[in-house]
């Protein structure tokens, strides 16, 4: 199962600490509206939750290896 193109993943491996961290919080924020629009009733698709949570372990996981090339 792909979540999210390869092209994507080239591109966050680009970015810098600061641009990932930004992202990283656009996400989270995006997940907590995603989760108020599913309880209200305006979100029918939930398979978008997986795909969040994966851009945001993905996200981590770059910031991770940027800190250990210091």
Do not use: P, W
Not at 1 to 14: L, P
Not at 18 to 25: G, I, M
């Amino acid at each position: 199962m792909e979540f999210m193109k390869k092209t994507d993943k080239i591109s966050y491996r680009q970015k810098s600490v600061a641009e990932l961290q930004k992202l990283l919080s656009n996400s989270k924020k995006n997940l907590v509206e995603s989760r108020m629009k599913f309880h209200t009733g305006n979100q029918k698709d939930t398979s978008i939750f997986k795909k969040i949570k994966y851009e945001i372990v993905y996200i981590l996981t770059l910031l991770k290896e940027k800190e250990n090339e210091k």
